[in-house]
């Protein structure tokens, strides 16, 4: 798929088990963060946002969690399925209309 | 409902050639952008219209040219393709009053490669 990459982290969960995504970010003036989520050929797919003057914010299944001392996010997926396979960005708002966007992580669900 | 669409899918190009890539989304948002994706790296903002009638650059513009046709439509033109240009490119859209929480709504993607 599009996001292949060669040096992406990868993290490996069993079925049913809670997956803990991380990621840093760089300015403290982001005024939102948020996730996504990426399955092979396709565009990515929007799954939470948070507000910086939260530190955590739950959807269905899943957690933000934001620690602006360290400029840490994690996204939580509790009973991790199969269909969560997938690569997840974090990105930061810096501005209207611009997000700047992480790496990635490919997380890799075993039955 | 089709969300965004953009076309053509897959294309290759010769150094130096030109081509458009096709935008449009159906769910009335203002806003429209195009984002490159390379190998390994994250998404990276070519180009945005924050409204029709408004084009903006982005991160990465240098190579690009952009046209907000109507509210629908939003292409990205590469005059003189080059190699560096080689990457799969994403057009998304976001309506009004959640373009500023970065909620986009992204179509499939348009894989380029120019040799």
């Known amino acids: 798929g599009e996001n292949v990459g060669l040096h992406l982290p990868t993290l490996s969960v069993q079925e049913g088990d809670n997956s803990i995504i991380n990621c840093a970010y760089s300015?403290?003036?982001?005024?939102?963060f948020i996730w996504y989520k990426q399955e092979s050929g396709k565009g990515p797919q929007f799954i939470i946002d948070?507000?910086?003057?939260?530190d955590k914010r739950q959807g269905q299944r899943v957690t933000v969690l934001l620690n602006k001392t360290v400029k840490h996010l994690s996204l939580q997926i509790a009973a991790t399925q199969p269909g969560d396979s997938a690569v997840y960005f974090c990105a930061e708002n810096l501005a209207y209309n611009m997000l700047t966007f992480g790496g990635g992580t490919r997380l890799m669900v075993k039955p | 409902n089709a969300g965004v669409t953009q076309t053509p899918k897959f294309q290759v190009l010769k150094t130096g050639q030109s081509m458009t890539l096709q935008c449009a989304q159906d769910?009335?948002?203002?806003?429209m952008y195009w984002y490159r994706q390379d190998p390994g790296m994250g998404l990276r903002l070519i180009y945005y219209s924050a409204s029709e009638g408004t084009t903006d650059k982005g991160e990465v513009p240098n190579g690009y040219n952009v046209s907000r046709l109507n509210k629908r439509e939003f292409s990205l033109r590469l005059e003189s393709a080059a190699p560096s240009q080689t990457s799969v490119y994403f057009c998304?859209?976001?309506?009004?009053?959640?373009?500023?929480?970065?909620?986009?709504?992204f179509g499939e993607g348009s894989r380029l490669t120019v040799l």
């Open positions: 300015n403290s003036a982001s005024d939102y």
């Open positions: 769910m009335n948002h203002n806003s």
């Open positions: 998304a859209s976001s309506p009004i009053g959640r373009a500023n929480t970065g909620e986009l709504f």
């Open positions: 948070i507000r910086s003057n939260m």
